[in-house]
């Protein structure tokens, strides 16, 4: 990564991308490399380079926002995604988490506020807005959890889920395979009910494992 966090603005209203784009522009060590104004775009410009954080809308023709995180976790998963959208509804945010956002936003979020979150998630960290991580801790709760007795490692890696790392990230991190890391996602995914990574990632969030 360079010194400045290089970002790719994805939205479809040309007013809201080329606002987003004029904001970031504002804020230091953030640089905008792009603007797309869908996901197919969005993907296109990744595969260019040049990039560390996908600032992305969700609601986008084309490919949309799921469709297009999806694909850039799945062939670029270097390059961290950030949900910046209207919508807060539990499908909206179970279905970018699931597809491999790393932070959920929505608009109402201020420049100060879109800015840390990109620092942060170009970190490797997951961030969410307060009412995002609301619906995380308590409206979303896997609602089986059929035995919770994690080891130490499996509880490390469910942490590093939650912090939106990839396998390949949190093999790195642990100094582990990744086979042994999707063995201790299996352990853990069966131990507390989750059914893939969103679910994971508020089962760590409600019971105060992600940090």
């Known amino acids: 990564m360079t010194d400045s966090i290089r970002v790719i603005v994805a939205d479809d209203q040309q007013v809201v991308r080329e606002g987003l784009v004029a904001l970031l522009e504002l804020l230091d060590?953030?640089?905008v490399t792009g603007a797309a104004a869908n996901g197919a775009e969005a993907v296109d410009?990744?595969?260019?380079?040049?990039v560390d954080v996908v600032l992305m809308?969700?609601?986008?023709?084309?490919?949309?926002?799921?469709?297009?995180?999806?694909?850039?976790?799945?062939?670029?998963?270097?390059?961290?995604?950030l949900v910046l959208t209207t919508y807060a509804d539990?499908?909206?945010?179970?279905?970018?988490?699931?597809?491999?956002?790393?932070?959920?936003?929505?608009?109402?979020?201020?420049?100060?506020?879109?800015?840390?979150?990109?620092r942060s998630t170009a970190a490797g960290q997951s961030t969410f807005d307060p009412e995002v991580s609301k619906r995380l801790v308590a409206?979303?709760?896997?609602?089986?959890?059929?035995?919770?007795?994690?080891?130490?490692?499996?509880?490390?890696?469910l942490r590093l889920i939650a912090r939106g790392l990839s396998?390949?990230?949190?093999?790195?991190?642990?100094?582990?395979?990744?086979?042994?890391?999707?063995?201790?996602?299996?352990?853990?995914?069966?131990?507390?009910?989750?059914?893939?990574?969103?679910?994971?990632?508020?089962?760590?969030y409600q019971r105060g494992i992600a940090n």
């Open 29 to 31: 060590g953030i640089e």
């Open 45 to 50: 410009l990744v595969a260019q380079g040049n």
């Open 57 to 81: 809308d969700l609601r986008m023709p084309v490919l949309d926002g799921v469709g297009a995180t999806a694909r850039i976790t799945a062939e670029y998963p270097e390059v961290a995604v």
């Open 90 to 118: 539990d499908a909206s945010i179970a279905s970018a988490l699931r597809a491999g956002a790393r932070g959920y936003l929505t608009k109402d979020a201020g420049r100060v506020e879109i800015g840390a979150a990109l």
């Open 139 to 157: 409206g979303l709760a896997p609602e089986s959890a059929a035995d919770d007795s994690l080891t130490t490692r499996e509880t490390e890696v």
């Open 167 to 204: 396998n390949p990230e949190i093999a790195a991190q642990l100094f582990i395979s990744e086979a042994t890391v999707k063995t201790h996602i299996n352990n853990t995914f069966a131990k507390i009910g989750a059914r893939h990574r969103a679910e994971a990632v508020r089962y760590a």
